[in-house]
Each structure stands twice: as structure tokens, then as C-alpha cells.
């Protein structure tokens, strides 16, 4: 194990290098929205490794078992036992693999104990040289203790249309806290002006039953060729989608050079991609800020230079009380976890916890431990935990 000590003075962010039984301290720097950061909290952690995995993209935790379900982006869905035994779920949904597509997110259904539904996100070829994002529903099996397998796998749901390119796909999935509706980011696909038609669903949240139809009271319903699916729209690539501890909906998602947002999503709201951004075009062209009175919802926080997220929850555990009810992101680009303090509507970063390696995903474990997966090949799985 290596424990890191983090020391956050008033008025000050403070990021760490691990160290071997042992903490440095870098000077402090603003949040990157312009704001400091205030939190006086001290958190000591260890890091324990749990494995190894070939370019996890999602975990999650089975409920009841505390299983660690681990998607791997080639297409292989692998589970790591509270034992340390390490096992395959066969019968997995081919997958398109190549740029940013392959396997994706991973969510227990909220009736699990009765249904064992898991639902997986994956990237499916389409004609021609296309292809899209996609949500299966299966039961899990495991009848073999290093062995499961999905049983009537069906895909509920898809991007609409499939498109050439390989990025963006975003496909991440959460259900709202009553368990009543399944939402799903569906990224730009690099397209930019699919997310300003409503026609489509690309660039979009969608909110649907748990079966994937198209949820009652969604806001576009009334609309002439208005998709049915879609809850807010505007969006680029979406690559954390989490309700916090008041039931409200947040997504976090890349933006171009510059302009990474964490979004409070609202109904029927429209986020501006690619019309408004606080970042800039690759070529560095530019692109109109958000700016008061448009028609856009601007982010609560946002970052330049970016973070460049690989997921997002909000800790609800016990084990770390300077974290409950805040956001932990799994940063690429910013190699480590950024912590962001969530205060009812307002958000502000007020933390990085850097692990000098591009973290992928980040999970609570039942016991309240925080699970980080580093990102690409040979990457390691990492239980974080309270330090002495």
C-alpha cells in the first residue's frame, strides 16, 4: 500500500504526488472556473492494488455481492470477487472497436435482487463504414465462481443515426434515484450541428423506461419530428451522467480545446454545443463563450486547460466524510481524481489527488472504498481507503 496525505488550507487547492508512505504538498492553485477553493478538510488515503485489467472503461458493483464488474473496451467483461478471484461473463454484445468505441458502461438494474438485469452500453457497427452506440439489457448469471453469462441479451436502445467516425460516442447510463427512469448520454459522434436537431439524437440525453421506450412526459413529444427520446440537448461528449444526493441530474462532458463543463441537466434545456463554448476549436478557430442572456445553459463549472473526464460519481460513503455528497472525477489529461464540491445548484472544484497516470473510471465500493481504474492497456485497479 502507499499512503497520501492531502492537506487543504482555506482559501487554497492543494494537489499531491504519491510517495511511497509519504506526501508532498505543490503550491496552491484556482479552481480552474476562476474561483479558489475553500475546504479545510485533511484526507489520508491508501491505495491497495486490486489487478489488472486491458483498457477498463466502466466498473461497477454488483448489489449484494460487492462483486467489482469491470468492462474492458475491446469487448470482454471481466469480474473481480471479494476473494481476489478474477472471472469472464461470456455472451457479451459484439462490439465495434477502434478510436473511442468498444465496450462501455455497465449499471445494475434498481430491481436487481429480483430481476438480476444488468444493462451494458457498446458500440455496434452500422453499413458501410459506420457505426453508433448502443444499450443491451440481459439477466446475469453466474452459476460458476470464475464464469457468468448474460441470458436474452436485447438492445433497447440506439443512436440514431449510425454515422461514419469513431468518437464521441459517450453512452453513459444512470437511472434516476425511484429507479422509475433510465437515462443515456449520447455524444455528437464529432458532428457537431446533430446536437442542435431535435430530429436526432445525437448530442443528447435521452430518458426512457427501463425497457428503453421513450419515457411519458418528455419534453419534445409535441414537436413535429421531434425525437420522443430526448430530455436535454446541446451536448458534446459525454463522458459522466450521475444523480447527486438531492436526486438532481449532472453530466460532465469534453469539451473542444479548452471548455470541459459539469452540467446541471435540466428538462428540455439546450447546452449550446457547437453553436456556444468556453473552449476553442482544435484548429483554434473560435467559438462564442456562453454569455448572459443567450439561449443556452451555460455549466456550473467548467475547466481551461482541460481535465479531459473519464467518469464521475458523487460519494455518498462514510469512510471519507470530506467527500460525501461531493463529485470525484477520474481525470485523463489531469492523471488523478478531481474533487469537486457540490453546495445545492453550485459546484467548485476544490481538489486534485494526482496518481501521475490517465484515470479512466471511478466507483464506491459498498464498504464505502473508492475503486479508480487507470486507463489503456495493463492499466491497474486501485482501493482507496482511509489512511492512520
Known amino acids: 500500500m502507499e499512503l497520501i496525505s492531502v492537506r487543504l488550507a482555506s482559501i487554497a487547492l492543494v494537489s499531491l504526488a504519491f510517495a511511497p508512505l509519504a506526501s508532498c504538498q505543490e503550491a496552491a492553485t484556482p479552481a480552474a472556473g476562476g474561483q479558489a477553493g475553500d475546504n479545510p478538510a485533511s484526507v489520508d488515503f491508501a491505495r491497495e492494488d486490486m489487478g489488472t485489467f486491458d483498457e477498463p472503461w466502466a466498473m461497477a458493483f454488483e448489489p449484494g455481492t460487492g462483486t467489482l464488474f469491470v468492462t474492458e473496451k475491446a469487448g470482454t467483461l471481466k469480474f473481480r470477487k471479494a476473494d481476489g478471484t478474477v472471472g469472464t461473463v461470456s455472451n457479451v454484445p459484439e462490439v465495434d472497436y477502434g478510436g473511442q468505441g468498444g465496450l462501455g458502461d455497465i449499471v445494475f438494474a434498481p430491481d436487481y435482487a429480483s430481476s438480476h438485469a444488468v444493462y451494458l452500453s457498446f458500440v455496434e457497427a452500422g453499413p458501410g463504414?459506420?457505426?453508433?452506440?448502443?444499450?443491451?439489457?440481459?439477466?446475469?448469471?453466474?452459476?460458476?465462481?470464475?464464469?457468468?453469462?448474460?441470458?436474452?441479451?436485447?438492445?433497447?436502445?440506439?443512436?440514431?443515426?449510425?454515422?461514419?467516425?469513431?468518437?464521441?460516442?459517450?453512452?453513459?447510463?444512470?437511472?434516476?434515484?425511484?429507479?422509475?427512469?433510465?437515462f443515456i448520454a449520447s455524444g455528437d459522434r464529432q458532428k457537431m450541428q446533430p446536437a442542435q436537431d431535435l430530429s436526432n439524437n445525437l448530442g443528447t440525453i435521452v430518458r426512457l423506461l427501463p425497457d428503453g421506450s421513450p419515457a411519458p412526459g418528455n419534453p419534445f413529444t409535441a414537436e413535429a419530428n421531434a425525437n420522443e427520446e430526448i430530455w436535454s440537448y446541446g451536448h458534446r461528449n459525454i463522458l459522466g451522467l450521475a444523480f447527486d444526493a438531492r436526486g438532481q441530474l449532472w453530466?460532465?462532458?469534453?469539451?473542444?480545446?479548452?471548455?470541459?463543463?459539469?452540467?446541471?441537466?435540466?428538462?428540455?434545456?439546450?447546452?449550446?454545443?457547437?453553436?456556444?463554448?468556453?473552449?476553442?476549436?482544435y484548429d483554434n478557430a473560435p467559438i462564442p463563450d456562453h454569455a448572459p442572456g443567450d439561449p443556452y445553459v451555460a455549466p456550473v463549472e467548467w475547466w481551461d486547460p482541460v481535465i479531459a473526464p473519464g467518469g464521475m460519481i458523487f460519494y455518498s460513503g462514510a469512510l471519507f466524510p470530506a467527500w460525501q455528497n461531493n463529485a470525484l472525477i477520474a481525470g485523463l489529461v489531469s492523471q488523478g481524481l478531481v474533487l469537486v464540491k457540490m453546495d445545492g445548484t453550485a459546484a467548485t472544484e476544490t481538489a486534485r489527488y494526482d496518481f501521475g497516470e490517465r484515470l479512466r473510471a471511478v466507483a464506491e465500493a459498498p464498504d464505502g472504498s473508492v475503486w479508480v481504474a487507470e486507463d489503456g492497456p495493463e492499466a491497474t485497479i486501485w482501493r482507496l481507503t482511509p489512511g492512520s
Open 251 to 281: 453530466d460532465l462532458e469534453h469539451g473542444p480545446q479548452g471548455g470541459d463543463e459539469l452540467n446541471l441537466v435540466e428538462r428540455g434545456a439546450n447546452y449550446g454545443w457547437p453553436n456556444v463554448s468556453n473552449g476553442i476549436h
Open 129 to 182: 463504414d459506420t457505426r453508433g452506440a448502443a444499450v443491451t439489457r440481459a439477466t446475469l448469471q453466474c452459476d460458476q465462481p470464475d464464469s457468468c453469462t448474460l441470458r436474452d441479451p436485447r438492445v433497447i436502445w440506439r443512436q440514431d443515426e449510425k454515422v461514419t467516425g469513431s468518437g464521441h460516442f459517450s453512452h453513459r447510463i444512470a437511472f434516476s434515484p425511484d429507479g422509475d427512469f433510465l
